[in-house]
């Protein structure tokens, strides 16, 4: 708590502000209908400076239904999420997914609730003011969709139930207003809060997810048995649940504990044993390299379509190789960072959760399965490169469901977004890159950071300006193309000439080779960075380029050698989009 209220306070020096949501739900499901009806009481406090007239809840059970928008997208998207294709729109009525609710109360007033696909509309006639913290209060029944994207019954892998997304959810308010997007098929934003959970359901199951369950109220009969969850400082609830589950539990950190659900199959328990010390390993590379993690437990539960994070837990996919388990375990434990701590709005900046967490659990996956790997992040690097070649890139502030091709949304989202950090690290330096991620964490866990917000950290840690770089990486579509144009020899002397030809600038490392196979490095700092990265050992400082400027040319005291190769960007992480023009070899 003392972490929390230390964190509100550095809020409210520093002008910031966010909404608070806390749930009290309970609900009980039966398995045999696979509907289920639930009351729930959530505490909504408007921090926010404006009064709000109107609210919003998100239904996503609602698009789990023929001729739903998440239907229609798929079916007219001309690279259709092969997990959806056309499997909404031949759903019975038994198989639809569905959210209702009645008996909808502010502060004990009944509101009229009107229903638009996935989003429920409420116009209040008491207004909620700034500062005002409101009750409301509801009853809401649901049917569990056939499994088909992240949520449902009776996945491919025979899971009973992945229940993500269930229950009424308050939509995201902050500066730009309400955040009442549809459920196409993309990401989510949500408020800060704390969740008391109560779930009742045949006694035969097995419940794992999201918050810590609380024993001592559990209750058994011989039919039934309510399993309660609690969880503070969270913005979802996910829970799973199956008959057959095997539950595991291993120690971490200071008191924590790592769960593990997975289905008693002989073809998957040697692989899940498997991964248990190296889920480990994994939380606590991600605590040295971003900051602690700062809840009791986290769980690891088979269930779903692939694998999605959500908070305290993942569900993923459990019938896989043990590098692919290992993989989607570092992939989707890395998201208790990028989006569960740090909080941000995956429909607009979905580059800051998926592409950071690419970055930073690419490096861990490879470094608790002892894979010694110079550029990890190559595979990022070329399917950017496959992106742009293609001409169907959008810039990354696109809305994660405005993209025209799933394929230009993936790219830009995980591979893009992971060369964002890859590329940071070359212009700023890796030890600067690595303090900047630590200070990220320091400086907006629990809150809901914006990219300007991650590049100023930068900024901070560094003294170097860096905003160019966010506004043409993120902003535009504009690349980075350097050219060797030609290198003059003269009698104990070489002219290198140089040539930007694409629009956006970086600064440059140049390596000269020559005829005896010495070399020789020479950094050439951007002028809009006011700065330079430190140095590498023997590395040469030349006058800065300014970005106007399409050409460049500096000289090398050769002496009695000859240049034989320039090479431009010798560690390969600046994503230059025409590497042949990289290299010049003299003839």
């Known amino acids: 708590m003392l972490f929390f209220s230390l964190n509100a306070f550095s809020q409210s020096n520093s002008g ?61 998207i001309k690279d259709a999420d092969k997990r959806v294709g056309n499997r909404i729109s031949k759903l019975k009525s038994s198989e639809i997914g569905f959210v209702t609710v009645d008996n909808f109360k502010l502060n004990g007033q009944s509101l009229d609730v009107v229903v638009n696909g996935t989003i429920a509309e409420v116009d209040l006639k008491e207004y909620i003011l700034p500062h005002e913290t409101v009750t409301f209060n509801l009853d809401f029944k649901g049917q569990v969709p ?13 899971v009973a139930y992945s229940m993500v997304q269930w229950f009424p959810k308050i939509a995201a308010f902050d500066e730009r207003g309400w955040h009442a997007n549809p459920y196409i098929g993309r990401e989510f934003y949500s408020p ?17 997810g999201t918050g810590v369950l609380q024993k001592e109220n559990i209750s058994d009969s011989s039919k039934l048995k309510t399993w309660h969850f609690k969880g503070e400082h ?21 008191q924590q504990t790592m769960h593990f659900y997975y289905k008693n199959d002989p073809e998957i328990v040697a692989n899940w044993k498997r991964l248990q010390p190296k889920a480990i390993e994994l ?15 986290y769980s690891i539960i088979q269930g779903g379509d692939g694998g999605m994070e959500y908070a305290m837990c993942t569900l993923i996919t459990g019938k896989r190789k043990y590098g692919s388990l290992v993989g989607v375990t570092a992939h989707e434990m890395a998201h208790a960072w990028f989006q569960h701590i740090m909080g941000t709005d995956e429909s607009n900046y979905e580059w800051m959760d998926e592409g950071f967490t690419t970055y930073i659990s690419t490096i861990a996956k490879n470094y608790v399965t002892g894979v010694e790997d110079y550029f990890p992040l190559q595979s990022s690097y070329n399917g950017y490169r496959k992106l742009v070649e293609s001409g169907i890139e959008q810039p990354q502030t696109t809305h994660s469901d405005r993209y025209k091709y799933n394929y230009a ?32 964490y320091d400086d907006w ?54 040539k930007r030809k694409g629009l956006m600038p970086v600064p440059l490392t140049v390596d000269i080779i020559f005829d005896d196979n010495s070399k020789e490095s020479y950094y050439i700092p951007l002028r809009m960075m006011r700065g330079h990265k430190p140095l590498q050992n023997n590395e040469y400082l030349l006058k800065d380029w300014p970005w106007a400027f399409p050409t460049y040319t500096f000289e090398v005291i050769t002496k009695k050698k000859k240049v034989q190769n320039v090479q431009l960007n010798p560690s390969g992480k600046i994503a230059d989009i025409d590497l042949k023009n990289d290299v010049f070899k003299v003839e």
């Not at 056939?146 to 025979?158: C, H, L, M, V, Y």
């Open 192 to 208: 800060f809060g704390s969740y008391d959970v109560k779930i009742t359901l045949d006694a035969d199951y097995i419940v794992g």
């Open 283 to 297: 939380m606590q590379f991600f605590e040295a390299h971003i900051g602690p993690y700062p809840y009791p437990q």
């Open 16 to 76: 910031y502000w966010q909404q608070e949501a806390n749930y009290i739900m309970e609900v009980s499901l039966d398995v045999k209908k696979h509907r289920y009806q639930g009351k729930q009481e959530l505490a909504y406090t408007n921090n926010s400076p404006d009064t709000l007239k109107r609210v919003f809840f998100h239904l996503y059970f609602n698009a789990f239904q023929p001729g739903s928008e998440m239907d229609v997208r798929s079916l007219t």
């Open 146 to 158: 056939q499994q088909i994207r992240r949520s449902g019954r009776d996945n491919k892998e025979g």
């Open 234 to 254: 969270i913005h979802d609830f996910a829970w799973a649940a199956d008959p057959d589950y095997i539950h595991d539990t291993l120690p971490f950190g200071n």
């Open 409 to 440: 949304y993936g790219i830009a989202a995980y591979s893009k977004g992971a060369v964002f950090l890859s590329q940071l690290g070359e212009i700023i330096g890796e030890e600067a890159l690595a303090k900047t991620l630590r200070r990220y």
């Open 445 to 498: 866990r629990f809150k809901h950071p914006k990219p300007n917000d991650f590049i100023r950290v930068a900024e901070k840690v560094t003294g170097l300006e860096l905003s160019w770089y966010l506004q043409d990486w993120t902003t535009t579509t504009n690349t980075i193309d350097y050219k060797v144009n030609g290198v003059e020899q003269k009698s104990k002397s070489a002219i290198i000439s140089l």
